[in-house]
Each structure stands twice: as structure tokens, then as C-alpha cells.
């Protein structure tokens, strides 16, 4: 613009100096004059505009692409130096903003893989009572995927009516029965917030019935503990009294007194027994992990027990402690014989592995388990047996899980229990 004004200045300049020596002596030569400094001056004045109105139109559809969150666009730097500064500032707002959304969108697509891979169950919900958010555990617990969109209270009264009752608390433990009648406990909390300058009320519901089977199992374990060592201090002098008795009722030669201390004795030894079964649950250790083949280790059980293995490997490598994991499948394979006891046909053993888990299967040919039954079935000292402690599928839960595995229980669909573990290789 300064060059275009000093150009008219200058043409200006020209005509009155031709005007003064040359229009005097020759009218021609100044008409002519006249002329060539106006045709240059609307060349300059067209040239100009032209180069301002394509900075413009840069300009202008750099900013469309900026609106329509298009980050990528980059404008030609190929005019004047004058102007140059102005696209460059333009190209370096440019890339900074693209550079910002891009960290944005890694964050955002990072918080959203975060959100949906927990299991606390989100919801956020707007002042008009409306879901703008559900993660996956939400969509599981209700077990709906209508959930954005619809109003919260509707959503409640058809698919979680266990929580209906406490929308409107700010935190409440809430229990809820599943349909195979277990019953399950969260952790309820609502908080309050300002998203783009409108209320908005986020709801967690956190499941802690895992939490809370860990803890009564430890507050049993320490009741164990405690019992097992106030019995022993007591069956010890016992113990030696009743075969100091025996010794003198032998010498006397009176056999009511014989048959009292060994009665005695008997009942001491049965307590002793079944206080070291019931101390097992309390002594599950942090494994001692060692490089095995899981496949020897189980034909190392075949003379314990009848079953028949089947793998599609003979080498299954696996890092684990040997002795837990031999406890484990003895116990589990006393429970199938016994189950299997009307039955011909073995226990059944199948091991599958992918790249990072060994998986487990230890199918008996009993009657099965009743639903109610099955969802009590790892607690500490439930038993169906008559002559059950109700600490055995305990003891392989606490083994699994000290080895970072997974256990359960199901009903085969053609007979039969079969339990299923898996395994981390390391």
C-alpha cells in the first residue's frame, strides 16, 4: 500500500512537471505524457489489488480450513516479502494448532481407551437429566447399548432399578442380585461439574465384590491363625497326658480306662487333622515361580489319580511354583473323582495355550452343581459333602490368584462340572 501511494505521489509529480515544460511548447508530448503515467498508475493500482485480493483468498480459505478443523492446510509462500511475514505467521499458527489437536485427539483417544477398559462403570449426565456419555462397563451393567441420549431416570426404572433409589445420594454401597442369584455389591458415588459452562453430574459405580471377598477372606485367615495356634498349645499337653493315661492303664491292666485315653486320644488326632486342613487356607504364600512343563507336570498326578489328558502340545512352558500348582490340581481332581464316582468314564483334562495364557480344563461326569450352589462355592468353609471342610476349591481359588490366573465353574451342557483356569506364562 505504501509503494502504491508513493507511486501516485510520483505521477502526480510527473504530470505537473509536464505541465510546466512541456505543455507550453508542445500540447502533443504532454497529452501523451499524461497517458503513459495514468496507464501506469492503473497497472500498478490493478497489479496491486490483484496480489492483496489473492493474499485475501489465501487468507480466507486457510481460515475456512481452520474452522472446519482441517489442521493440514499450509499456504504458498511465494508472495512479496512484504507480505511474506504475513503467510508465515499464518503457517506457524497453522501448524502450532495442528500439533495442539493432534496431542488432543492422542489424549482423548487415550482417556477414551482408558474409561472404557475399566470396569467403573461411567455416566455422565447434563442438567436436563440427559446421558451424554456411557462407558462400556455401563453398557454391560444395565445390559443395554441405548444408553446416550436418554433420560437417566427412565433409563434407571427399566434396566438398574438398584440404583434408582440413590440417584440423588453423593456416595452409598448398593447391592444387586444377578440373575444366578449371587449377589453382587458397588460402590456408588455422584459428582458435580461444569462442561462449556453447563451443570453436569458425573455418576461412578465402582464393583467391589471382589474387595470384599479378599477382605473377609484375609479376616478369616487371620481367625485361623489365631485358632489353630490356641488349639494346638491346648491338644499338645492333651495330647501328652491321654499316652501318659494309657501308659498307666496298661500297667493296671484296666481296659475301661484303656478304652477311655484311646477314645480321647482318637478324637485329639481327628482335631489335629482337621485343624492343619482348615490352616492350609492360611499359609498360601507368594508363589515361588520356576520354568515347568505343564504337561509333566499333570502326568506326574496319573499315579495319584485316573484321568485322561488331552493337548495338542507335549510341551506347555509355563512359570509358576510347582507345589501350588500340583496342590491345586490335586484338589481339583479329588473333587471331580468323587463326583465322577457313578460314572465310567474318567476325568477329563484339556490344555490350550496362546501366546500369553495357558488354559485349563477339568471336566468331571457327576450330576453337576445347582446355580445356588456354584455361586457359594469358592467361600471358606461351604460344603455340600457330608464330610467336607469347605476349604478345598478356596485353596485352588487363592493359588490361582496368587498367580495372577482366573478361575470358574460352569455346568457342562452335556453333564458334568467343569472348571476352567487360566494361567499367565510369566
Known amino acids: 500500500m505504501a509503494k502504491f501511494i508513493l507511486m ?21 508530448y504532454f497529452y501523451i505524457s499524461c497517458i503513459l503515467v495514468m496507464a501506469a498508475v492503473i497497472y500498478l493500482a490493478v497489479y496491486t489489488y490483484r496480489k492483496q485480493e489473492r493474499l485475501q483468498v489465501l487468507i480466507y480459505d486457510g481460515l475456512l480450513s481452520l474452522q472446519d478443523n482441517d489442521f493440514s492446510i499450509s499456504l504458498p509462500e511465494d508472495i512479496e516479502a512484504k507480505n511474506l511475514h504475513i503467510l508465515q505467521l499464518f503457517n506457524e499458527v497453522a501448524d502450532k494448532l495442528r500439533v495442539e489437536r493432534q496431542s488432543l485427539y492422542q489424549r482423548e483417544l487415550m482417556l477414551d481407551k482408558v474409561v472404557n ?73 455422584q459428582h458435580r461439574l461444569k462442561l462449556h459452562g453447563v451443570n453436569h453430574r458425573l455418576y461412578l459405580v465402582k464393583p467391589i465384590t471382589e474387595a470384599l471377598y479378599r477382605q473377609e477372606l484375609q479376616t478369616w485367615k487371620k481367625v485361623i491363625r489365631v485358632i489353630n495356634h490356641e488349639l494346638n498349645n491346648s491338644i499338645a499337653p492333651i495330647s501328652s497326658m491321654c499316652h501318659s493315661g494309657l501308659m498307666l492303664a496298661e500297667k493296671h491292666q484296666d481296659p475301661r480306662l484303656s478304652m ?27 508363589p515361588q515361580k520356576t520354568p515347568l512343563n505343564l504337561i509333566q507336570c499333570l502326568e506326574g498326578l496319573k499315579n495319584l489319580y485316573d484321568f485322561s489328558l488331552h493337548s495338542e502340545n507335549n510341551v506347555v512352558s509355563i512359570q509358576a511354583d510347582i507345589s501350588q500348582l500340583e496342590q491345586l490340581f490335586i484338589n481339583l481332581l479329588k473333587n471331580a473323582q468323587q ?51 469347605g476349604v478345598g476349591l478356596t485353596i485352588c481359588r487363592d493359588i490361582v490368584e496368587v498367580h495372577k490366573g482366573n478361575i470358574q465353574l460352569a455346568n457342562h451342557y452335556q453333564g458334568g462340572l467343569v472348571v476352567s483356569i487360566s494361567l499367565p506364562k510369566v
Not at 485315653?261 to 499359609?283: G, M
Not at 495355550?353 to 456354584?374: A, Q, S, T
Open 8 to 28: 501516485l505521489l510520483l505521477s502526480h509529480v510527473a504530470i505537473w512537471a509536464s505541465f510546466y515544460w512541456i505543455f507550453p511548447t508542445n500540447p502533443v
Open 117 to 189: 477398559a475399566s470396569n467403573v462403570v461411567t455416566l455422565l449426565v447434563n442438567h436436563r437429566n440427559t446421558i451424554v456419555f456411557a462407558n462400556l462397563a455401563a453398557k454391560q451393567l444395565f445390559d443395554t447399548t441405548d444408553l446416550i441420549g436418554n433420560d437417566l431416570t427412565h433409563m434407571l426404572q427399566h434396566h438398574g432399578e438398584f440404583l434408582l433409589q440413590h440417584v440423588s445420594t453423593e456416595h452409598a454401597i448398593v447391592q444387586k442380585n444377578s440373575e444366578s442369584g449371587e449377589e453382587q455389591s458397588f460402590h456408588f458415588s
Open 260 to 286: 477311655i485315653f484311646d477314645t480321647v486320644s482318637t478324637r485329639i488326632s481327628k482335631l489335629s487333622d482337621f485343624i492343619t486342613s482348615y490352616s492350609q487356607l492360611a499359609k498360601i504364600s507368594t
Open 339 to 389: 463326583a465322577s464316582e457313578q460314572s465310567e468314564q474318567p476325568v477329563q483334562i484339556q490344555v490350550n495355550e496362546d501366546l500369553e495364557n495357558v488354559y485349563i480344563k477339568v471336566r468331571d461326569f457327576g450330576p453337576g452343581m445347582p446355580e445356588k450352589v456354584m455361586t457359594q462355592a469358592f467361600l471358606p468353609y461351604f460344603s455340600t459333602k457330608e464330610n467336607g471342610s
